[in-house]
């Protein structure tokens, strides 16, 4: 299952990425939303191999994954892997500079069940698909509105 979405976003690429990057403001994201996240390895680390796991609750079961990053091509690419013990998944976020102060951000989220039930989960989440497409738009669309407003402060 695949989810993506596009944002144009009023700020440099190299802005962008820097906010990409703030892997503590995502962590704190999660955890203000009820998910336990440990970050494996150093604390600090912006790049390539910087990995966490994360446990919440999902339809009503305890979910716990491991996130990595596994590619980090400042200023364009960032891809994190996700895997679980049912399910295997990649997050790739594309950056596009349309000019000096514009960049185009595509993320897309897509996932890939490994046993029955995560199968299950998955075509429940289909079912859902539209409701579930519009809340990730949503989240991608505050976080490229909280990037040109820290930008805008910048200035």
Not at 32 to 45: C, F, K, N, P
Not at 65 to 78: H, K, Q, V
Request: net charge positive; proline share 2%; aromatic share 8%.
């Amino acid at each position: 299952m695949k989810f993506s979405t596009r944002e144009d976003i009023s700020a440099p690429i190299d802005t962008v990425f820097e906010a990409l990057t703030r892997f503590g403001d995502f962590e704190r994201a999660a955890v203000r939303r009820g998910a336990e996240v440990s970050r494996l390895g150093d604390t600090e680390t912006r790049e390539l191999g910087a990995a966490w796991n994360v446990r919440f609750m999902m339809r009503g079961k305890e979910r716990n994954l491991d996130i990595a990053i596994t590619r980090f091509e400042a200023p364009s690419n960032l891809v994190a892997s996700i895997q679980s013990r049912n399910i295997v998944g990649e997050v790739t976020c594309a950056l596009f500079q349309l000019s000096r102060t514009r960049t185009r951000m595509t993320i897309a989220i897509e996932v890939r069940p490994l046993t029955l039930s995560a199968r299950v989960l998955i075509q429940s989440l289909k079912f859902a698909k539209n409701r579930t497409t519009r809340k990730f738009k949503d989240r991608v669309a505050e976080f490229a509105a909280e990037v040109e407003a820290r930008d805008r402060r910048k200035l």
